[in-house]
């Protein structure tokens, strides 16, 4: 299933035990379910760990401070492109150029905030 881990580190310029953790990681999340090999190929190996620590640790991406660390871990990111004061069109295109279908996403994710906010609230809720 896998060529050499000197081979493959010498072709992609990593370190052979960087090829490991890949590996280790790749076997966590197929084994954790949900995932398969066609759903990781979009995955950096960062993401991909981050995926495999967050199933591991049972993270819920509704928990409030599961979504507040990526927040701030995001925020950090985008600061030196948001710095650059891009356009709102310009981020647009930018970040489907990223990532095709999230200008769509987004769209949806603004509606159901809009329509969020204007349920009211129940008693219970405040």
Known sequence: M????????????????????MRKVKQGLLELGGEDIASMMGYGWRQASYELRRRKDNGDPSNFD????????????????????????????????????????????IIEAKAEAARPQSPLEI
């Open 66 to 109: 599961y979504q507040e660390v990526l927040r701030r871990q995001l925020a950090k990111r985008l600061k030196p492109v948001l710095d650059m004061r891009p356009s709102a069109e310009t981020l647009l295109d930018l970040l489907e150029l990223a990532r095709p279908g999230i200008v769509i996403e987004l769209e949806l994710a």
């Open 2 to 21: 896998y060529g050499s881990k000197q081979k493959t580190a010498r072709d992609h310029g990593v370190s052979e035990s960087q090829i490991a953790n």
